[in-house]
């Protein structure tokens, strides 16, 4: 099912829903595009005209940030919150185990390199079968060689709006694949960036966390957060957007 927030469809999955759902488009012959969606994204959206459209195109939109789960709340939608992290740690599973190409594109050469040897280390029947960091100028190399991989599920870690704008660019080029646009999940991955412990994760309030670890990320909260709570009760309550 999918709901309204502040204008955009939301898919309402449970997590388990979210990646069946997802590894379906990825045997199809067709570029689907994943967003995981979180109240900073809204508000890029209000501002860039190209980046609302491609919210608004997109296959699937699952909530990622807490912020939307409490905006969803507030319209009378009680849904699961999905990190993309974890998502897309899962279809990286599933796609193993459904002998489906992987490729990893984003991150420093560094950190996608250490990632992808992490992944091949921990998933079985794993076959990556492109990496790329995400500091590249030649866009079109990097389609092409895209498409030359094969590769099913290709997770874009550039940040937003970038890796969404990446995307859309190969949806005319390529000729299928499951893309996710994954923000700093192989920082995860390659052990470069901790994880907050698993209480932070079950509460909702992993942002605490790393909010308290990195101090800076407090511009990119404040105001966003409250902002964006209050265009939800505005759009409850007036109709607005
Ligand atoms: N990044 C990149 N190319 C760029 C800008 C950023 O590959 O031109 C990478 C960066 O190294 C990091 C990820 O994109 O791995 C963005 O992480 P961030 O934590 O900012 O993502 P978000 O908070 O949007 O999930």
Same mark, same amino acid.
């Given at each position: 099912?999918?709901?309204?927030?502040?204008?955009?469809?939301?898919?309402?999955?449970?997590?388990?829903?979210?990646?069946?759902?997802?590894?379906?488009?990825?045997?199809?012959?067709?570029?689907?595009?994943?967003?995981?969606?979180?109240?900073?994204?809204?508000?890029?959206?209000?501002?860039?005209?190209?980046?609302?459209?491609?919210?608004?195109?997109?296959?699937?939109?699952?909530?990622?940030?807490?912020?939307?789960?409490?905006?969803?709340?507030?319209?009378?939608?009680?849904?699961?919150?999905?990190?993309?992290?974890?998502?897309?740690?899962?279809?990286?599973?599933?796609?193993?185990?459904?002998?489906?190409?992987?490729?990893?594109?984003?991150?420093?050469?560094?950190?996608?390199?250490?990632?992808?040897?992490?992944? +091949?280390?921990?998933? $079985?029947? !794993?076959?990556?079968?492109?990496? %790329?960091?995400?500091? =590249? &100028?030649?866009?079109?190399?990097? /389609?092409?060689?895209?498409?030359?991989?094969?590769?099913?599920?290709?997770?874009?870690?550039?940040?937003?709006?970038?890796?969404?704008?990446?995307?859309?660019?190969?949806?005319?080029?390529?000729?299928?694949?499951?893309?996710?646009?994954?923000?700093?999940?192989?920082?995860?991955?390659?052990?470069?960036?901790?994880?907050?412990?698993?209480?932070?994760? +079950?509460?909702?309030? $992993?942002? !605490?966390?790393?909010?308290?670890? %990195?101090?800076?990320? =407090? &511009?990119?909260?404040?105001?966003? /957060?409250?902002?964006?709570?209050?265009?939800?009760?505005?759009?409850?309550?007036?109709?607005?957007?």
């Amino acid at each position: 099912m999918r709901v309204k927030l502040l204008g955009y469809e939301i898919d309402t999955f449970t997590f388990d829903g979210a990646t069946e759902y997802a590894l379906e488009l990825e045997k199809e012959d067709k570029v689907s595009q994943v967003v995981t969606i979180n109240p900073e994204m809204f508000d890029c959206a209000k501002i860039d005209k190209e980046f609302a459209q491609i919210l608004n195109e997109a296959e699937m939109v699952i909530p990622d940030g807490v912020g939307v789960k409490i905006g969803l709340k507030i319209l009378g939608h009680n849904v699961d919150r999905i990190a993309g992290v974890d998502f897309a740690r899962k279809m990286i599973e599933l796609s193993a185990k459904n002998n489906l190409p992987v490729a990893l594109i984003g991150a420093k050469p560094e950190v996608v390199q250490l990632a992808a040897e992490n992944l +091949k280390n921990e998933v $079985e029947n !794993l076959n990556i079968a492109y990496v %790329q960091d995400g500091y =590249f &100028k030649d866009d079109e190399r990097v /389609l092409d060689e895209l498409k030359n991989s094969g590769a099913r599920l290709i997770l874009v870690a550039l940040g937003s709006p970038k890796q969404e704008k990446f995307i859309k660019q190969a949806k005319s080029v390529l000729p299928f694949g499951l893309m996710v646009g994954v923000g700093g999940s192989f920082d995860v991955w390659s052990g470069t960036v901790e994880r907050a412990p698993e209480i932070y994760q +079950k509460l909702g309030i $992993e942002w !605490l966390y790393r909010t308290v670890k %990195q101090p800076e990320r =407090f &511009k990119r909260i404040f105001p966003t /957060l409250p902002l964006f709570v209050l265009r939800v009760f505005k759009e409850k309550f007036c109709g607005d957007k």
